[in-house]
């Protein structure tokens, strides 16, 4: 009893509910080199496991334990307590701009329909009969393949953006960052539906460039620089006729 | 809208963006210069006067903003109103109009 009092602690506001609900408090104990991740999970397994959430590989791979901490889109496995607590304190929520299914878990379909409302499927070209493909590493094409490549599809750039609350149907930055892999992939055969299926209003034309995209990735990558790549391939294709 | 026509006007807006900042800057430089000696309807009337240079720099400012601002004030409407389709478009290209016809009554009134 006195080393409980003695520990130190966090006080943490989760997300209870659906769209409609309201932040529960939690006390839990502080612990060295903490991260989000346990903290929600010490929650669920000590002190209210019907708190919904989601994780899976808890080492930055599976994108999928994105959530909302402090007000900032994150990835929570690999978030450490120090940096984001305030005053020892947390507010824990689901990701913005996805419906919430429940507590901390939002639905992510819609998220996913647009990677493929994107074309963000790779269409070959060739088949198991021909040699493998020769992409040279320094090559143009494969550099700005590489520059977008390691996306986890966590979603903190889609609840980081903006553009996307204004205008739901608007692609957002992950997809139209997996197009422009394609479009950059010299194997691929769709590069002029793809343009056409990005540009536009609801495609890279609507994004404004406010960067928070880039700026809270946690993989670092720069939705903005495919979005403005986009940009410049659909107009490329415009003047030459192709769109 | 089409993918086609969303990108010509993305075009569109980025070549006029071009042609304003040239223009801005002339025409920032052009008050600063014109200042010196006191700023008079009669001063600058006398530079514009019959001067097609000066109508011919002017035309340019006045349609690439006639050209720019309706881009930019459809893409507001969309966002932060909702406001979609066929009436966007008939009341941008008023916006345009509008802008180009009082803009160029003007370069008219300075240059005649």
Known sequence: ???????????????????????????????????????????????????????????????????????????????????????????????????????????????FDKWARAGGQMVPTATRKDALARVPPDSRERRAADAGIECIGCGVCYASCDVVSWNPDYLGPAALNRAWTLVNDVRDGARLDRLRAVAGDAGCHACHTHLSCTERCPKHLSPTAA???????TALAALKGEL | MSARAETRLWIAQRASAVALALCVVVHLVVI?????????????????????????????????????????L????????????????????????????????AVWAVFA
């Open chain 1, 1 to 111: 009893m006195a080393e409980w009092a003695a520990m130190k602690r966090l006080l943490v506001r989760v997300w209870r509910g659906g769209e409609q609900g309201l932040y529960h408090r939690f006390r839990v104990p502080r612990e060295a080199n903490q991260t989000v991740l346990d903290v929600v999970t010490y929650i669920q397994q000590r002190l209210d496991p019907t708190l919904s959430y989601r994780f899976a590989c808890r080492v930055g791979m599976c994108g999928s334990c994105a959530m909302t901490v402090n007000g900032i889109a994150r990835w929570t496995c690999r978030t450490h307590v120090a940096k984001v607590a305030r005053d020892d304190r947390l507010e824990i929520g689901p990701l913005r701009n996805l419906p919430v299914i429940k507590d901390l878990v939002t639905d992510m379909s819609g998220f």
């Open chain 1, 227 to 233: 979005i403005a790549g986009l940009k410049r391939a």
């Open chain 2, 74 to 105: 459809r893409a507001i409407a969309m966002e932060w109103l909702g406001w979609r389709g066929r009436s966007l478009s008939i009341a941008m290209h008023l916006a345009a109009l509008g802008l180009a016809v009082l803009g160029l009554r």
């Open chain 2, 32 to 72: 600063i210069y014109a200042m010196r000696g006191g700023l008079s309807a009669a001063e600058i009337l006398g530079r514009t006067r019959g001067n097609v240079g000066w109508a011919a720099f002017y035309t340019v400012f006045v349609l690439a903003a006639a050209v720019h601002a309706p881009i930019g």
